[in-house]
């Protein structure tokens, strides 16, 4: 059994360009999770999923949006990308009989020059 | 916005020898959780300890949870070499929507 996959690996952009990453969450599990993690920091929430609809987010801007589809996998969009958004971008899953246990993927390394 | 906040910022110990880390938390929580991070990638869940629970066991780790002063903290006994990594507290107030520290360093010396 596939836990969750995240693609791609390691991606570059530049400033002001646009980047969609993507996820697979692991099988059985309908919810998605989207963190962001600087440096040295620990994960940050960026949105959660839930039949294909955005069920709560943190505080992060518009720039930031996302997608979940009828297979439950999701797509995290990012517009406009500012340096700042540089990070490790991580997707997780989870069970609905156990939501509050979360699956990690292995994560995006987005670079932004 | 962080709640969770992990102390120390950094562990080195020898291999065999017991590991501490500790976290604050600022607001009420349905549970904390633990999560392990190996060089910067997917954290592994560790173990999850509801609010109205104080300690729990999973194998080498011992959790503990005391609401009234808004701490936990994750005991690694016997620690191995391969228990290097950082490792995470996170919390649970709202949904599943968990907020982290920014971790503890551990580092494990053979």
């Known amino acids: 059994d596939a836990g969750v996959t995240q693609s791609p690996t390691h991606l570059i952009k530049t400033r002001g360009q646009q980047v969609t990453l993507r996820c697979s969450p692991k099988?059985?599990?309908?919810?998605v999770s989207w963190y962001q993690q600087a440096l040295g920091q620990g994960p940050q929430f960026i949105f959660q999923y839930y039949e294909e609809e955005e069920r709560q987010r943190g505080n992060f801007p518009d720039r930031f949006s996302g997608h979940q589809f009828p297979n439950y996998s999701s797509e995290l969009n990012v517009n406009a990308l500012l340096l700042g958004d540089s990070a490790l971008y991580l997707c997780?899953?989870?069970?609905?009989?156990?939501?509050?246990?979360?699956?990690f993927g292995s994560g995006t390394q987005l670079s932004v020059l | 916005s962080q709640q969770g906040e992990e102390d120390p910022q950094a562990l080195s110990i020898q291999e065999g020898e017991n590991a501490t880390m500790n976290c604050s938390y600022k607001?009420?929580?349905?549970?904390l959780q633990w999560y392990r991070q190996n060089s910067g990638r997917g954290l592994v869940h560790l173990i999850l300890?509801?609010?109205?629970?104080r300690e729990k066991h999973s194998g080498r780790l011992r959790v503990t949870l005391d609401t009234s002063k808004k701490s936990s903290s994750l005991l690694i006994t016997a620690s191995r070499a391969a228990d290097t990594a950082s490792y995470f507290c996170?919390?649970?107030?709202?949904?599943?929507?968990?907020?982290f520290g920014a971790g503890t360093i551990l580092r494990v010396k053979s």
């Open positions: 996170a919390t649970d107030s709202n949904g599943n929507k968990l907020v």
């Open positions: 997780a899953s989870s069970l609905p009989i156990t939501p509050e246990k979360l699956f």
């Open positions: 099988s059985g599990h309908d919810t």
């Open positions: 300890i509801r609010s109205n629970e």
């Open positions: 607001t009420s929580i349905n549970n």
